[in-house]
Structure formats: C-alpha cells, structure tokens
C-alpha cells in the first residue's frame, strides 16, 4: 500500500480504509467514509483512487436510472466503466436512459492482493 | 439517499463528485497499439516491382491507420517487423519517419516507440552476419534485449527478439525464424535484472515470426508453411515459464490470438499476431489494440481496414484472464 509521509490526513484515511477492511467491511464508498469518520471529501476520493491505481482496491460501477424515480438499477453493476452501456433501459421503471457521470456511483472493494496483505499484517 | 444491501450512496459517490475533485477511478491498464508488416516501399525502382509478397504499402490505408489511432489512447506503440518489404535505405527511413510522426501525434515519448526487424527489412543485407553492418541497425537502431519504462505508473519491462535468420540461401530460409542461444542469454539475465528490480512489472514480449503455427489458416487461402520459427515451441515454453504476459508477433499478416500455459503453476501468457497494417495485395489490413491490466485481464480489439478507414472487428474481440 502507498504510504503519504508528507500528508497525515491522506495516510490516515488510508489507515482508517485498512481498518474497515480489516474489521470485515467488503464494500466502501466515499460518502460513507466521510459520514462515518468526518474526512474531507476531496481527501477520501483521492485516498480511494489512489489504492485502485495500485490494485488495492478495485472500483465497482453503479447505474441510477435519470428517469424520474431515479432508481438504483440493482443489476447494473459494472466492473469497468468501458463496460457501461450508452444507452440503457432501466429494469425497475423501465425508463430508457443514458448513463452519465451524475448518475454512475462507485463503491470499492478490497482486492485478494490486500486482503492477503492485511491477513498477513494482523 | 439510495441502499443498497449494506452500501448506501449519495451525490458524493458519483462519478461526477469525483471529476470535481480532479480525481480519475480506473483500472490502470496498459494501452498498446500493435501495428506489424507495414511493408514500406517507396524506392522508385522497387516500387515497380509487383510480385507477391514483395510489393508496398498503401497510401490510403496508412493515411487511415493514422487518423485511427490518433483518435486512441495510446500507451506504447509496437511494430512487430518488416517495416519495409525489401530492406533498403529510402524505405526503411520513410517508415521509420511515419512511426516517428505517429508518435508524436500520440503524444508518445520515443522510449514508448517499439519496433524489431523483420525478414524482410534485411534482405538486401541477408549475407551480412554482423548485424551492426545493416541498414536495419544504422537506421533504427540495434534491437535491446530489455527496454523499462513506467506507463501510468507501472512498471512495464519490454523484451525484444530479433529472430531473422542469418543462415541459409535466401528466398529458400527467409521467411524462416529462430531465437539464438545468444539471445536466450540477454533474456535470462534480462528476467533476472526485472525480477530483482520490478518483481510486479507487465513483462511484453515482441518478436517478428510466429512462435507457433496458426490453426485453420489454409482454409482462408494461406499456403506458406514453413513461416514458424525452428524453435517456435521452446521459445513460446520458455516465455510462459518466466511469467511474460504477452508476446506480440507479426509475419504471416495473419491475425490471430491464444493463450500458452505449458507451466501450470505460473500464470498463462498470452500470444498475439497481427496483420499487416497496410502492405498491398493481402487478404486483409489490420492492427491490434491491446489493452493489458495487471493480475486482471489482457483484452484484445483488431481493428480492419475498410473500404471507409480502419473499423473493430466485432468477432475478434478477446479477454484473457491473467
């Protein structure tokens, strides 16, 4: 894992994802994150970019219907943004949509590579 | 806010949230573009001749090759060999200023240009056993054993073979190639150079001939068959027992696509060829677009040329796990 040695508040929220990971939280977002242990957002979204780009964690792509009833289509779960089609149908309300970056979320989970490496550590 | 099972969502885990942060979310991945057999002929005399196998390329198709790629993000470029059809001064430096232009229109720094010779850039100079002594080398330089760079971060170690023969009566051994013990040398210490250093790094492999003969090409009208290299096999066993990820070829201008894994116990690697990007007078013109994530996948589009420009061939698509 990357450690921030010139900036305490990214490698405590490194730590803090660590932590969560290792008390058995599989899936993480930023917004919880910022609720739960009061970081800045910009911080929280930085730390978490930062661990998909060194294949810690691995990014989880969810679509909201832009329809009116604004749905989480619970069957769109994407692993690569690449795979997020344009145009799109939405399986709740049925509404034809077109996924943009309003209405992507990302949520994270750890990869077997840091899992290994916290089971290791503890 | 939205739930769902135990996550729950809000604006700031949109995607949108974190572009306002200045923030990327992505599976790193290395974009390589593989282009091989350019062909180039542009000596006036040799542009006359028209036999098979030894003609040039095409101007439209390479005009369209390049508005293809610049409209591609483009991490490393490859060209797998014969990069011209007859080896000589004038073309061999005309290809090499297209790949040079090219890259610059990719925002591509040289180190990330890549390119071998192939059998047909050194046939003018097929007697000369000192490789230094031929054009090839005087123009584009001698082929490194190990090139290490960081793309996006990664460390990315590209091995490069030349395997022209240098035995022989040429046009009898020609196409033929082969991988010498000298070569398998640089490469052993090479691995072992990567390993100490970049133990994580994406291992790429390019060589011009075919490690291994392509399956079902006769019935698309290929006859040659004595195009694989004399140690295909032991050079394909010996790429997947020290872990390279991928080893792209031309030659044969015959795309194609699999994976190797003799060693179960490391991962599989995967070999792909390429067609010719744009030579005259071939069943088709292509490129490859690779696009390789670390212990993830290594994903393969071939884009053919059309009547309208370079387009995806749907069908030739492929994911291989890693």
Not at chain 1, 27 to 50: C, G, I, M, W
Not at chain 2, 41 to 63: C, E, I, Q, S, Y
Request: aromatic share 8%.
């Amino acid at each position: 894992m990357p450690y921030y040695e010139s900036d305490a508040t990214l490698e405590r929220i490194r730590g803090i994802i660590s932590e969560e990971i290792r008390s058995g939280v599989n899936s993480l977002t930023a917004s919880y994150l910022v609720r739960k242990h009061n970081f800045p957002l910009e911080a929280v979204q930085k730390v978490l970019a930062d661990l998909v780009s060194v294949e810690d964690l691995e990014p989880h792509f969810w679509v909201l219907c832009s329809g009116e009833h604004q749905n989480l289509d619970v069957d769109r779960e994407f692993l690569s943004m690449n795979d997020i089609p344009k145009i799109t149908t939405c399986s709740k309300c049925g509404d034809l949509y077109a996924p943009e970056a309003e209405n992507i979320l990302v949520s994270f989970e750890p990869t077997p590579t840091l899992r290994d490496y916290l089971q290791k550590a503890s | 806010m939205i739930q769902i099972e135990a996550r729950e969502f809000d604006n700031q885990d949109s995607l949108a949230s974190y572009f306002g942060s200045g923030v990327t979310v992505a599976h790193p991945e290395v974009c390589i573009a593989h282009l091989s057999d350019l062909h180039f002929v542009t000596h006036p005399k040799l542009k006359r001749v028209t036999f098979r196998g030894m003609v040039g390329h095409d101007l439209n198709a390479l005009a369209a090759l390049e508005t293809q790629l610049t409209s591609m993000h483009v991490d490393l470029l490859f060209v797998t060999g014969d990069l011209s059809t007859w080896g000589d001064e004038t073309s061999l430096l005309d290809a090499r200023r297209f790949i040079m232009v090219l890259a610059g229109s990719l925002n591509l720094q040289p180190a990330h240009v890549l390119w071998i010779p192939g059998n047909h850039d050194v046939i003018v100079d097929y007697r000369k056993i000192a490789t230094k002594q031929r054009k090839f080398t005087q123009i584009c330089g001698t082929t490194e054993p190990l090139r290490q760079l960081i793309v996006k971060g990664m460390d990315v170690a590209v091995f490069s073979f030349d395997s022209t023969l240098r035995t022989g009566l040429w046009p009898f051994t020609s196409n033929r190639g082969e991988v010498t013990q000298e070569a398998f040398n640089a490469f052993n210490q090479a691995v072992l150079k990567v390993d100490a250093a970049t133990p994580a790094a994406i291992k790429l492999v390019q060589i011009h001939h075919h490690p291994l003969p392509i399956p079902y090409k006769k019935d698309d009208g290929v006859s040659g068959v004595l195009t694989t290299m004399t140690n295909g096999a032991t050079f394909a066993d010996r790429m997947q027992e020290t872990g390279m990820n991928l080893i792209m070829h031309g030659h044969e201008h015959y795309a194609y696509s699999t994976s190797l894994q003799p060693y179960p116990q490391e991962k599989p690697t995967v070999l792909v060829a390429a067609g010719t990007a744009c030579q005259v007078k071939n069943h088709e013109m292509s490129f490859n677009y690779v696009k390789v994530r670390r212990n993830k996948d290594i994903s393969l589009t071939r884009y053919v040329y059309k009547e309208t420009g370079f387009r995806v061939d749907r069908n030739s698509t492929k994911i291989f796990r890693s």
